[in-house]
């Protein structure tokens, strides 16, 4: 196990489960993103995302379930992914020790080659869970989404003494839509499973403040971190594979060496138009078109 520190952001290389055991205080984090592995047979570096049976898969996300649990604080909150598949055992596990909120659809436009004998996978499902229903943060003011009413003209309110515009803004529903993290956006970085910033920063905003800790144990690219970090939060992350925790110190803590190596962003292809190279960039959240 090694840990790696800077300006409120912790970053540890090794197995989430020990490192929640050894080093993670009961009810010290107040936010904690869980984006595990899968079991659905991706490979992450040299890490094979398949267990040999559903109860093998269960019985190690079980513990690590547990731990979070244990870490987050009484006013905390957990947002949970999974696969499809394993999302109805994480719901049946979690519901008898948290409560769940919300049942949140991450959906994505479709890319590439779909599956052409069934209805292609296009959503990734999210639990949104606390631990005391009375009393947990949900900033509903800094993730407000313009609300679709269809109409052309703005629609007015005629209910009170004086009419006026309905109010065009909403707390976002539990249909999710944001783009999966393409090679042409700047936040690209080389992993099987990255997930957007923009999501990151809708969960981060709602159910955290400034100051307050956010915990990721399978860190991946450091999502979670670097939008904590934009957003004033303190991070703990967690990963296993030595190639994903060089992009965390990049990315988290502003690393530009280790270990004799040079850590640099990924380089891109650039397009060629009209004999000239053109760079590709897109972004896909307002606040991070200036993003890592
Ligand atoms: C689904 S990915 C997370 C992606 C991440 N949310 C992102 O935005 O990049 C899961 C990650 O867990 C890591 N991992 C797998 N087993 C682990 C373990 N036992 N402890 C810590 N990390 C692990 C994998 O290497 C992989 O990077």
């Not at 009484?74 to 979690?94: E, K, W």
């Amino acid at each position: 196990m090694a840990k790696y520190e800077k300006d409120g952001h912790i970053i540890y290389h090794g197995d989430a489960l020990e490192i929640m055991k050894q080093e993670i205080p009961d009810e010290s984090i107040d936010l904690v993103f869980v984006d595990p592995p899968y079991n659905i047979g991706k490979k992450f570096a040299d890490f094979h995302d398949k267990w040999s049976s559903d109860a093998e898969y269960t019985n190690w996300a079980y513990q690590w379930i547990d731990e979070c649990i244990r870490i987050l604080k009484p006013t905390g909150t957990m947002y949970l992914m999974s696969s499809t598949q394993a999302m109805p055992y994480f719901d049946l596990y979690v519901r008898d020790k948290l409560t769940i909120l919300s049942r949140i659809v991450w959906y994505y436009d479709s890319s590439g080659v779909q599956a052409k004998k069934y209805f292609g996978s296009m959503y990734e499902p999210i639990l949104h869970c606390v631990k005391n229903q009375k009393a947990y943060c949900f900033n509903a003011n800094d993730i407000l989404v313009e609300a679709k009413t269809g109409a052309k003209r703005k629609l007015i309110d005629y209910r009170g003494d004086t009419p006026k515009p309905y109010n065009s803004k909403k707390v976002a529903g539990n249909v999710w839509e944001f783009s999966r993290v393409r090679y042409r956006m700047k936040e690209y970085e080389e992993h099987p499973s990255q997930k957007p910033m923009a999501l990151l920063e809708r969960i981060i905003r709602a159910s955290s403040n400034k100051g307050d800790t956010v915990l990721d144990p399978f860190s991946g690219t450091f999502t979670t971190a670097a939008v904590a970090k934009l957003l004033g939060r303190n991070s703990i992350s967690i990963e296993y594979q030595d190639t994903y925790i060089k992009i965390g110190l990049r990315r988290v803590l502003g690393m530009k060496e280790h270990q004799g190596e040079k850590l640099e962003a990924v380089k891109k292809n650039t397009k060629i138009k009209n004999g000239r190279g053109v760079k590709y960039e897109e972004k896909s959240g307002d606040l991070f078109s200036v993003s890592s």
